[in-house]
């Protein structure tokens, strides 16, 4: 095989090849200052050679096993030109690699909980037990059963103006006939529930296969009233009772219809021989405006700072 026509030029040795052409030599104490090697003349692109991969083997039609052993990567034909660092691509590669998902590690949010505004807290259990077979469906919110109305987006504001929720009732039978109710026990306060029963719907008829459905069609006997719990007086329930009719006829006596507060529910029951519920529920909610931390299970539900009586 006929060698390349390469140039030879003289290169300046570096301290460990000196040594190692000293040792080759009989330990002499002159060292040679140069090392001559073979380089390469510049590719002919009009015949398409390539070098291959940068510190890679040579393609075949520059391969030599006498020059190519300390060949990597090639020079510049220039005998003076500097030679150009060649840094592997599969190391270029990973080195970008890992600083890309060293970014990625510090930049993962925290908790979503963390960063989360919206807090949906369940009832305590001695409210909760209230909660049987009754679902009430609000805009935005779902199913408000057994829940705190969150003080997020707005949403005790907002619930204080949308319209009638919808209520369903699963365990509803075919050919029955229910009645619901929508009351307010705490008015005005819990600690201090004067106007007990508050009552801010109440619709008779309802046939079973609606209210399973959640259409609550029958003789509204009380318009639905939005949740609205006045200024500094803490959470209040807003619970909602579904009844079995057995009466044909249901209706509220004269002075019952003058107001919604201070509602004898228990003797409305009564005289219209209604028993136990037959599915109920409720959900909590404050005056949008206040932000007093309470805890809705207790028994107190006002401020820790009563107004003084004048």
Not at 21 to 37: C, D, K, M, V, Y
Not at 247 to 262: A, D, Q, Y
Not at 275 to 296: G, H, I, N, R, V
């Amino acid at each position: 095989m006929l060698a390349p026509p390469w140039n030879s030029v003289e290169l300046p040795l570096t301290a460990s090849q000196r040594l190692t052409a000293a040792s080759s030599a009989g330990n002499s104490r002159s060292l040679p200052q140069t090392l001559t090697r073979s380089t390469p003349p510049a590719p002919d692109h009009r015949k398409g050679q390539t070098l291959g991969h940068p510190g890679g083997n040579l393609l075949s039609n520059f391969f030599s096993p006498e020059t190519c052993q300390d060949f990597s990567p090639p020079r510049s034909h220039h005998p003076t030109a500097p030679a150009l660092l060649w840094v592997p691509m599969g190391w270029t590669m990973r080195l970008a690699t890992a600083a890309l998902f060293l970014g990625l590690t510090m930049a993962v949010p925290g908790d979503e909980e963390d960063s989360d505004p919206c807090v949906y807290e369940a009832l305590s259990d001695s409210d909760a037990v209230l909660c049987k077979g009754l679902k009430v469906f609000y805009p935005e919110l779902g199913n408000l059963g057994c829940m705190v109305v969150p003080e997020c987006n707005n949403y005790r504001q907002k619930i204080t103006s949308w319209t009638e929720p919808i209520v369903k009732f699963p365990g509803a039978l075919d050919g029955a006939t229910y009645i619901l109710v929508m009351v307010d026990p705490d008015a005005p306060s819990r600690s201090s529930p004067k106007a007990q029963f508050w009552r801010h719907w109440l619709v008779t008829d309802i046939k079973g296969t609606d209210i399973r459905k959640g259409k609550i069609q029958g003789q509204e006997l009380s318009p639905y009233q939005p949740p609205s719990p006045p200024p500094k007086s803490g959470f209040h329930r807003y619970q909602f009772f579904v009844y079995l009719q057995q009466e044909k006829s249901i209706s509220l006596l004269p002075k019952e219809n003058k107001t919604r507060g201070s509602w004898k529910m228990d003797k409305f029951l009564s005289r219209f021989h209604l028993s136990e519920p037959e599915a109920s529920t409720q959900f909590m909610t404050q005056y949008y405006q206040d932000s007093q931390k309470l805890q809705p299970g207790e028994g107190s539900s006002e401020p820790k700072d009563k107004p003084k009586r004048r």
